[in-house]
C-alpha cells in the first residue's frame, strides 16, 4: 500500500477527517459525536499534526501537543480500520515523532493497541494519572 504523509493542517478535508474520527472513536467524545468543528479546532491547535493519505484518501491521521522544549504528548493517531496493519500507523507515530526525540512524550494507547506502541520503544509508566471531565473506561473507579 502507497501512503504519502503530510504534516501541518493545510489541506485537509474536515469532513473526511470528522468521519474517521466517528469511525476510530478518537477526540475525546468528540469523534463519535462526529463533531467537526471542535475535531477542526483542535488539530489546529496543536502542536504537530501528520495525516496519512492512500491515493487522495485521508487513511490515518495523529497530533502531537507539546511545550517544545520539555514534554510532549501523542494523541488521536487513528487510522481506517481497512487500512490497518498495513504500517500507516506505525508511519503517523515516525512522523510524529521525528525532529521531537529530545522531548519527553506521554500517550495513552486505546484499549487491545499497547503493544503496537511497545514495538515502537514506549513503556509502561508506573505513575500516570488522568483527569477526565466524563465518565471513561479508561480510568479506575
Known amino acids: ?11 485537509i478535508d474536515w469532513e473526511a477527517l470528522g468521519d474517521l474520527y466517528e469511525e476510530v472513536g478518537l477526540v475525546a467524545q468528540f469523534g ?4 467537526v468543528g471542535v475535531i477542526k479546532d483542535a488539530f489546529q491547535n496543536s ?4 495525516t496519512a493519505w492512500k491515493e487522495g484518501e485521508l487513511v490515518g491521521a495523529g497530533r502531537l501537543i507539546s511545550d517544545g522544549l520539555c514534554y510532549g504528548t501523542v494523541y488521536d493517531v487513528g487510522v481506517l480500520e481497512a487500512c490497518r496493519g498495513a504500517g500507516v500507523g506505525k508511519g503517523i507515530m515516525e512522523a510524529l515523532l521525528k525532529g521531537n526525540e529530545h522531548l519527553l512524550i506521554y500517550l495513552t494507547s486505546t484499549f487491545g493497541n499497547e503493544a503496537f506502541y511497545k514495538k515502537l520503544g514506549f513503556k509502561k509508566h508506573k505513575t500516570a494519572y488522568a483527569k477526565y471531565p466524563h465518565v471513561s473506561e479508561y480510568l479506575e473507579q
Not at 32 to 35: A, S
Open 1 to 11: 500500500m502507497s501512503v504519502q504523509y503530510k504534516t501541518g493542517t493545510d489541506g
Open 32 to 35: 463519535k459525536k462526529r463533531d
Open 47 to 50: 502542536w504537530k499534526v501528520v
